[in-house]
């Protein structure tokens, strides 16, 4: 069977006017009018789950998703094609998690997704016909949830709240439901492009339990929306991805999903840290009494503008004072507390939100300022620094990086280059397991030790 990738097409989730523009590849260009290709993409949304690979049994690799992620559209000529699904284990084997046989049909996108639990993943097929739209779209839902709730979707115009919103239809599990326009025109039965808002209620309920931003649907194509469990760091809630047709997934967070953050104090004081956390008006100011090396359990909190405060008692050390942190919707984040040569200071980074079960997503920070180009090399047992294939150079002060990691045990070793260009070992852990299901922060700060420096590994 010949195939060949279509082409991606720029395109993104830009907040403009406060409308929240989706992008994608379009079907109005008259020279793409009769669509003679069939059309195939992989979507992956399990929530416990690794990346995956598509590809035709002894042919063809059509690409990777991770949690929340689709491949590239490829187009190929009609008639049946067979598919396996892969992922890749710690030891650099695959897996092979599923095989089915798929028939193309020339007009039609066949659109492949993973759902539920990995343990038992399910690999459901979809298939819709493209049309050739002129200032309108095509709007359909996919409810892939775990629990298998069933949802009633409503749309509004242009940002108008829920009482004035129009009931679409209910999607239930793993149903594919293609919504239809309340005020359609003469020139065609479909949306018309325009600025929406969605809303979501169990069915026959008038209780919202997904609202989203005010939506841009520019283009005229077909918008699978998909309802989708969240994961990683923040472990409850719902979200909507669109779907297109390029790899380009876009996330839409419920305007109303709380966020969360965690406090870390690297420095090694003799005395406890306080951090006060607060200064929004809808949330009461949060104290944290830490000491050296201690983090703080997950805080949930509304969304928004905050700011910390941080001081000690110690003699000779300066605080931090009213420094911003910005908790969007459904956002996670670390907030490192370090001392900077007896001024203290904070730095944050947003963690990961996708599946650990597998592959482990790990954050690297420089906590030490008398460095501004530390390495880290994730080394396991039959490899060296030289070997490895897993590391992160260069970070200075304050500066993270993130690495997605197989689950596996690694040596951390974090070195530094002198003016010489000479490697200077800082720190080395033990073997250690990066195999529990849980976002990874790996430090290196002060300490007393014959370095005078050392490799901290949070979860």
């Known amino acids: 069977m010949r195939t060949r990738y279509l082409s991606r097409l720029a395109g993104g989730f830009m907040l403009l006017l406060l409308a929240v523009g989706l992008a994608g590849c379009g079907g109005s260009d008259s020279s793409s009018s009769d669509y003679s290709y069939a059309y195939l993409q992989f979507y992956n949304a399990s929530p416990n789950g690794a990346t995956v690979y598509m590809r035709e049994v002894d042919g063809d690799s059509f690409g990777s998703a991770q949690f929340g992620d689709a491949t590239a559209l490829v187009s190929s ?34 659109l492949i997704v993973l759902s539920g639990d990995f343990s038992n993943p399910e690999f459901t097929e979809y298939k819709l016909e493209r049309e050739t739209l002129d ?13 298998g709730i069933s949802y009633d979707v409503y749309m509004a115009e242009d940002g108008d709240p829920f009482e004035a919103a129009n009931f679409l239809g209910t999607v239930g599990y793993l149903e594919q439901v293609e919504m239809t326009y309340w005020d359609p025109d003469e020139d065609s039965d479909d949306f018309d492009t325009d600025e929406y808002t969605l809303y979501l209620t169990l069915p026959g309920q008038n209780e919202v339990v997904f609202e989203s931003q005010t939506l841009d649907f520019s283009y005229e194509t077909e918008y699978l929306m998909m309802i989708r469990d969240v994961s990683g760091a923040i472990v409850d809630g719902l979200s909507v991805d669109a779907v297109l047709n390029s790899t380009y997934v876009t996330n839409i967070t ?17 005395d406890d840290i306080t951090v006060t956390f607060g200064g929004n008006t809808s949330e009461e100011d949060k104290t944290f009494t830490l000491s050296a090396s201690e983090l703080s359990d997950f805080t949930s909190i509304d969304y928004g503008d905050y700011r910390i405060s941080v001081s000690s008692p110690q003699a000779g050390i300066s605080g931090l004072t009213n420094k911003l942190i910005t908790l969007n919707q459904g956002q996670s984040k670390a907030i490192m507390i370090y001392n900077n040569n007896g001024t203290l200071g904070a730095a944050t980074f947003e963690e990961s939100g996708l599946p650990q079960s597998y592959d482990k997503t790990v954050n690297f920070i420089n906590l030490i300022s008398d460095f501004d180009n530390i390495d880290f090399y994730l080394v396991r047992s039959d490899e060296t620094i030289d070997t490895a294939p897993y590391y992160t150079l260069n970070l200075e002060f304050g500066e993270n990086e993130t690495l997605m990691l197989p689950e596996d045990y690694y040596e951390v070793i974090a070195v530094y280059e002198d003016d010489n260009d000479e490697q200077v070992l800082l720190d080395r852990t033990a073997l250690t397991g990066f195999t529990e299901d849980a976002n990874y922060m790996v430090t290196v700060e002060p300490a007393d030790t014959a370095t005078g420096y050392e490799i901290v590994i949070l979860k």
């Open 135 to 147: 200032e309108h779209f095509r709007l359909f839902f996919n409810n892939l949830r775990v629990d």
């Open 254 to 270: 419920d305007v109303d999903a709380s966020s969360q953050y965690r406090i870390y104090n690297s420095t090694n004081l003799a």
């Open 77 to 110: 000529d009609d008639g049946d094609i067979d598919l396996e699904f892969v992922r890749i284990d710690a030891d650099d084997q695959e897996v092979v998690l599923d095989t089915m046989t798929v028939n193309l049909s020339t007009g039609y996108k066949t």
